[in-house]
């Protein structure tokens, strides 16, 4: 994986390197709260530059005394600043009591909650940081319930209060932001799940801190965006022929499931998939072979008629419209016994829920609910903690898994999981799993490895997906929206 990829951390890392950090400033802990403190004022100046009434909640600890560092800026620069927080729950930690100390010489102001907060023009949410992972008490509650209600701009510091840094997931009521800027790393959490909806745009300041306190500390996952994709999908030669651009071949399409099947077959097409072969229920020839002469459907009525195509393909994409009766599960049988390159999803993973096995050879990609059958547990544990989750399955059946969502996970043993930064809401609709199967397949069966061809594929599919929602909006979108995207964004150097 490129160096120079994003890289996400978890809160014991996260602490690790504050430490770190301070003894490589000299021992002064106070020197990295004073440069949050500057890193948030400038990301006011950046974002609210008109605010003139500020509001700074804060908590007892360090993430407080942030805050606390913010406000005496913007009381210095001419701000009406209030630091609010609750009834006996002032700053307790020495560095918080001495940005408290600097901010009330400065001549600030201290109120209790509760309080009017909707009369200010920005609000900071300077009570937890990383510093939480269970449900705030009631008092918080009540306080961060008054934040959402107050009808103001919020800047987060470090992480929004009450969301778990490292799960993304609110245990109670969690603060929603507009901005949440994030002091050293970014955190793991704030990528996925939940959190999507909590953290507003996400900024980072690394705080100058030297590389040094680096040194031996592991990042939890690697973040992707679509400029990275150029890291994958070179040009090609000029003497190419399609052999060399894989042989896919699609199992599925029970009866009345063609659909799903056809729009993986046309997903590894237009993601490059040199030769496109098609196994399917015989009435549903006719139709692909209509709208997608390319593909080479044909009818499987035995397991013997897709032998010979397993022996011919490079990677074999099943599950898309299979369904789970004798059909299907036949088909499946023949190639989890051939030990094909194979991309695993839908029905076909249902099926190996209730018969698990090692699959070093496969790519899973299953939604919760599927990974939940996978796993044996309920879909809302899945949800609870994907990171947990997307690496249980990889262990278990020790290939590569990609836990599809918000903000798409790809996990396989031994190796740093990613988190796929594109996607959107308009792509919770049927189908759109049947293209990624077919866009992770044709990347495959070009070359890549199956972690890289899960992560490549995992981020076109959702940059497709953005751009197409981009054009004509998010509701209605369909996964059919996604195929010119599909072909013009696995051109990087056509699309910059």
Same mark, same amino acid.
């Given at each position: 994986?490129?160096?120079?990829?994003?890289?996400?951390?978890?809160?014991a890392?996260?602490?690790?390197?504050?430490?770190? !950090?301070?003894?490589?400033?000299?021992?002064? =802990?106070? *020197?990295?709260?004073?440069?949050?403190?500057?890193?948030?004022?400038?990301?006011?100046?950046?974002?609210w530059?008109?605010?003139?009434?500020?509001?700074?909640?804060c908590?007892?600890? $360090? $993430?407080?005394?942030?805050?606390y560092?913010?406000? +005496?800026?913007?009381?210095?620069?001419?701000?009406? #600043?209030?630091?609010?927080?609750?009834?006996d729950?002032?700053?307790?930690?020495?560095?918080? %009591?001495?940005?408290?100390?600097?901010?009330?010489?400065?001549?600030?102001?201290?109120?209790?909650?509760?309080?009017?907060?909707? +009369?200010?023009?920005?609000?900071?949410?300077?009570?937890? &940081?990383?510093?939480?992972?269970?449900?705030?008490?009631?008092?918080?509650?009540?306080?961060?319930?008054?934040?959402?209600?107050?009808?103001?701009?919020?800047?987060?510091?470090?992480?929004?209060?009450?969301?778990?840094?490292?799960?993304?997931?609110?245990?109670?009521?969690?603060?929603?932001?507009?901005?949440?800027?994030?002091?050293?790393?970014?955190? %793991?959490?704030?990528?996925?799940?939940?959190?999507?909806?909590?953290?507003?745009?996400?900024?980072?300041?690394?705080?100058?801190?030297?590389?040094? /306190?680096?040194?031996?500390?592991?990042?939890?996952?690697?973040?992707?965006?679509?400029?990275h994709?150029a890291?994958?999908?070179?040009?090609? +030669?000029?003497?190419?022929?399609?052999?060399?651009s894989?042989?896919?071949?699609?199992?599925?399409?029970?009866?009345? @499931?063609?659909?799903? *099947?056809?729009?993986?077959?046309?997903?590894?097409?237009?993601?490059?998939?040199?030769? #496109?072969?098609?196994?399917?229920?015989?009435?549903?020839?006719?139709?692909?072979? =209509?709208?997608?002469?390319? !593909?080479?459907?044909?009818?499987?009525?035995? #397991?013997?008629?897709?032998?010979?195509?397993?022996?011919?393909?490079?990677?074999?994409?099943?599950?898309?419209?299979l369904? %789970?009766?004798?059909? @299907?599960a036949?088909?499946?049988?023949?190639?989890?016994?051939?030990? *094909?390159? /194979?991309?695993?999803?839908?029905?076909?993973? $249902?099926?190996?829920?209730?018969?698990?096995?090692?699959?070093?050879? =496969?790519?899973?990609?299953?939604?919760?609910?599927?990974?939940?059958?996978?796993?044996?547990?309920?879909?809302?544990?899945?949800?609870?903690?994907?990171?947990?989750?997307?690496?249980?399955?990889?262990?278990?059946?020790? &290939?590569? *898994?990609?836990?599809?969502?918000?903000?798409?996970?790809?996990?396989?043993?031994?190796? +740093?999981?990613?988190?796929?930064?594109?996607?959107?809401?308009?792509?919770?609709?049927?189908g759109?799993?049947?293209?990624?199967?077919?866009?992770? =397949?044709?990347?495959?069966? %070009?070359?890549?490895?199956?972690?890289?061809?899960?992560?490549?594929?995992?981020?076109l599919?959702?940059?497709?997906?953005?751009?197409?929602?981009?054009?004509? @909006?998010?509701?209605?979108?369909?996964?059919?929206?996604?195929?010119?995207?599909?072909?013009?964004?696995?051109?990087?150097?056509?699309?910059?």
């Amino acid at each position: 994986m490129n160096a120079l990829f994003p890289t996400l951390y978890d809160a014991a890392a996260a602490r690790v390197l504050d430490r770190r !950090a301070t003894e490589l400033l000299g021992g002064d =802990a106070y *020197v990295l709260m004073q440069r949050a403190g500057q890193a948030a004022w400038r990301t006011v100046l950046d974002l609210w530059p008109e605010a003139r009434g500020i509001d700074v909640v804060c908590g007892t600890g $360090n $993430n407080g005394g942030d805050g606390y560092v913010l406000a +005496r800026m913007a009381l210095e620069s001419g701000r009406r #600043v209030r630091v609010i927080h609750l009834p006996d729950r002032g700053p307790r930690t020495e560095l918080a %009591q001495r940005a408290c100390t600097e901010y009330l010489v400065a001549g600030g102001s201290v109120e209790l909650f509760p309080t009017e907060l909707s +009369r200010s023009d920005l609000i900071v949410d300077a009570l937890f &940081g990383i510093g939480l992972d269970r449900a705030p008490d009631a008092a918080l509650g009540g306080l961060i319930g008054a934040i959402n209600e107050s009808g103001c701009p919020v800047l987060a510091l470090d992480v929004p209060s009450g969301l778990d840094a490292d799960c993304g997931i609110a245990p109670g009521v969690a603060v929603y932001a507009d901005c949440t800027l994030q002091f050293i790393v970014r955190h %793991q959490g704030l990528y996925t799940g939940d959190a999507l909806d909590y953290g507003g745009e996400l900024r980072l300041d690394p705080l100058d801190v030297p590389d040094e /306190a680096f040194g031996g500390v592991k990042a939890a996952a690697t973040l992707l965006a679509p400029e990275h994709l150029a890291a994958w999908l070179y040009p090609r +030669r000029r003497n190419s022929h399609k052999g060399e651009s894989g042989r896919v071949f699609c199992i599925g399409g029970d009866h009345g @499931g063609g659909g799903a *099947v056809a729009l993986c077959a046309e997903a590894a097409l237009r993601s490059g998939a040199g030769l #496109v072969s098609v196994a399917t229920r015989i009435e549903h020839v006719p139709a692909i072979l =209509a709208q997608r002469p390319e !593909a080479m459907a044909f009818a499987a009525q035995h #397991v013997d008629d897709v032998v010979e195509r397993l022996e011919w393909a490079d990677v074999v994409a099943i599950g898309p419209g299979l369904g %789970q009766h004798p059909w @299907g599960a036949m088909l499946l049988a023949g190639v989890l016994d051939s030990g *094909v390159d /194979a991309v695993i999803d839908a029905d076909a993973l $249902n099926m190996l829920a209730s018969a698990p096995q090692a699959l070093p050879q =496969a790519v899973l990609t299953p939604h919760p609910g599927e990974a939940a059958r996978l796993l044996g547990i309920g879909a809302t544990d899945v949800q609870l903690d994907r990171f947990s989750a997307a690496r249980a399955l990889a262990e278990a059946y020790r &290939g590569v *898994v990609v836990l599809k969502g918000a903000g798409s996970l790809v996990v396989a043993p031994g190796l +740093r999981p990613c988190v796929i930064g594109a996607g959107n809401p308009g792509m919770s609709t049927g189908g759109m799993g049947d293209l990624l199967t077919g866009v992770i =397949a044709a990347l495959r069966a %070009q070359g890549l490895s199956a972690f890289d061809a899960a992560c490549a594929g995992a981020l076109l599919h959702g940059a497709a997906g953005d751009a197409a929602a981009e054009e004509d @909006g998010e509701r209605g979108l369909l996964p059919s929206d996604l195929l010119p995207w599909l072909r013009r964004l696995a051109n990087p150097e056509m699309s910059d």
